[in-house]
T-cell receptor, first 110, second 112 residues
Framework: EPEVTQTPSHQVTQMGQEVILRCVPI?????FYWYRQILGQKVEFLVS????????KSEIFDDQFSVERPDGSNFTLKIRSTKLEDSAMYFC????????FGQGTRLTVV | KQEVTQIPAALSVPEGENLVLNCSFT??????LQWFRQDPGKGLTSLLL?????REQTSGRLNASLDKSSGRSTLYIAASQPGDSATYLC???????????FGKGTTLSVSS
């Protein structure tokens, strides 16, 4: 069964450093997403991406965040200068009709 | 702004019980509703998708219903098993957007 793949599964970074989280969506899907889940809290929408551009973003997705689809398969989330409060599980998802989520990247900012 | 609420927040039942998880949403103009399962520290596994034109969907022991006009969905789990223990998340896409908006989830514990 096709699946969304995320790497790395866990990343520890120093405050102020840049991180790039990577995702390989399901190949025939058209919409791609990033979500985050702070420990013990709800899953929150960050950004959706369609036809090589952002189609919707939340208030969380400020200038520190960016997304890119550098080739035909990868979809990345970059955080330019990480803060302690960016520590969370980050999920990538893709959809054609229903949504499929990856296993997540646990980001720890120290 | 779409808000999704799930009741109860937590539920403990003995094995074999049938149970109902509730989800409500404030904007009834939804495109789809999807139920997910999340195990601790893991990703989200899709359980059922209900499109706005549908009233219910079934998969094995799971049955999800949708009443758009009242802004409600229920997930019915028949003959619960310890392996069903997880957090169940309800999420909707409104017709105005592309994002899936989540509730906080119901954490289910099934004891043997």
């Amino acid at each position: 069964e096709p699946e969304v793949t995320q790497t790395p599964s866990h990343q520890v970074t120093q405050m102020g450093q840049e991180v790039i989280l990577r995702c390989v969506p399901i190949s025939n899907h058209l919409y791609f997403y990033w979500y985050r889940q702070i420990l013990g809290q709800k899953v929150e929408f960050l950004v959706s991406f369609y036809n090589n551009e952002i189609s919707e973003k939340s208030e969380i997705f400020d200038d520190q965040f960016s997304v890119e689809r550098p080739d035909g398969s990868n979809f990345t989330l970059k955080i330019r200068s990480t803060k302690l409060e960016d520590s969370a599980m980050y999920f990538c998802a893709s959809s054609l009709l229903d949504f499929f989520f990856g296993q997540g990247t646990r980001l720890t900012v120290v | 702004k779409q808000e999704v609420t799930q009741i109860p927040a937590a539920l403990s039942v003995p094995e074999g019980e049938n149970l109902v998880l509730n989800c409500s949403f404030t904007d009834s103009a939804i495109y789809n509703l999807q139920w997910f399962r999340q195990d601790p520290g893991k990703g989200l596994t899709s359980l059922l998708l209900i499109q706005s034109s549908q009233r219910e969907q079934t998969s094995g022991r799971l049955n999800a219903s949708l009443d758009k006009s009242s802004g409600r969905s229920t997930l019915y789990i028949a003959a619960s098993q310890p392996g069903d223990s997880a957090t169940y998340l309800c999420a909707v896409i409104t017709q105005a957007g592309t994002a899936l908006i989540f509730g906080k989830g119901t954490t289910l514990s099934v004891s043997s």
